[in-house]
């Protein structure tokens, strides 16, 4: 999810409105790239989360986004950026 995130520079209306555009096959071919590295479990993982992250408004996922940050990784907002979204 922190790729999605830096992949649209930490906007959570645009990691927003593509979660929502994500069809079936798209939501398969993230797992299958998740499974090369995780294994079939964290396609699994990958696949609850992208279902249930999909259902999350931009606010929600802004929340999300810092804490993916403070957990170190790359969601492509800067610390010192403010918290808009």
């Known amino acids: 999810m922190a790729g999605i995130f830096a992949d649209f520079k930490g ?3 645009q990691v927003s409105t593509y979660l929502k555009s994500l069809k079936e096959d798209e939501i398969g071919l993230i797992c299958r790239r998740v ?3 995780s294994g079939p479990v964290g396609a ?5 989360l ?3 992250d999909t259902a999350k408004n931009a606010m929600e996922l802004a929340g ?14 800067d610390k ?3 918290l808009s979204i």
Do not use: C
Not at 44 to 48: E, F, P
Not at 64 to 77: E, P, S
């Open 50 to 52: 992208l279902e249930k």
């Open 80 to 82: 010192g950026m403010n």
């Open 35 to 37: 499974a090369q590295n």
């Open 64 to 77: 999300y986004r810092q804490q993916l940050r403070r957990q170190g990784l790359d969601t492509g907002k």
């Open 44 to 48: 699994d993982l990958a696949r609850k």
């Open 11 to 13: 906007s959570a209306p």
